[in-house]
């Protein structure tokens, strides 16, 4: 997926919902804050949406828009209507978001999870795939692990916050142990 995809599902995911905030969270957040990615943080063909002040209208999304859809098929991706909790995020996420696009007359607009956020809602989930991408963004020097680190006591109460820093740690290792460079700060 490239920046201009996730802005096209933005407008297309507000136009079916008739909501004009929407937010995107997994992997395609990436888009955000980093509108040209290298390939390995963009293989997805799906963003994760929901809109903001009404998460219920996601369905709308899955059906109009969906893995599958007349729209999957015309353009080779698609949205996925999520919910509210699909992603374990920390409580302070908002402070992070990446509006997208950032002019204000656009017809919809996305506010893209940071990608502290993203790295952490992925190590959450620590899912194989998960950790391949966290690695990448690590590996691309896309966060300062600490940073991560240090937001670990931000997330939701049902993350066991000492397992989460522990696999941090240990995907820390593994892209160090794969020689790649890795601040320590």
């Known amino acids: 997926m490239r920046r201009i995809d996730l802005e096209h599902l933005i407008r297309a995911c507000s136009e ?16 955000g804050t980093h509108p040209n990615p290298p390939a390995e943080l963009t293989v997805s063909a799906e963003a994760d949406i929901y809109p903001l002040n009404n998460p219920a209208l996601s369905e709308l999304i899955d059906g109009a828009i969906g893995e599958g859809s007349v729209f999957h098929e015309t353009n080779g991706y698609y949205a996925q209507g ?13 402070a992070r978001v990446v509006r997208v696009p950032e002019a204000s007359f656009a017809t919809g607009v996305g506010y893209c999870i940071g990608v502290l956020d993203l790295f952490l809602s ?3 989930a620590g899912r194989a795939k998960d950790m391949e991408f966290c690695t990448a963004l690590l590996v691309h020097q896309y966060l300062r692990p600490s940073e991560a680190l240090a937001l670990v006591k931000n997330m939701p109460p049902d993350v066991n916050q000492r397992a989460l820093s522990a696999r941090i740690r240990r995907w820390i290792a593994i892209a160090r142990d794969a020689g790649h460079v890795i601040p320590e700060g």
């Open 16 to 31: 079916i919902t008739q909501e004009y905030e929407l937010v995107v969270i997994g992997s395609q957040a990436i888009l």
């Open 122 to 124: 992925k190590a959450a």
């Open 82 to 94: 999520v919910d509210i909790h699909t992603a374990k995020l920390p409580h302070d996420w908002r």
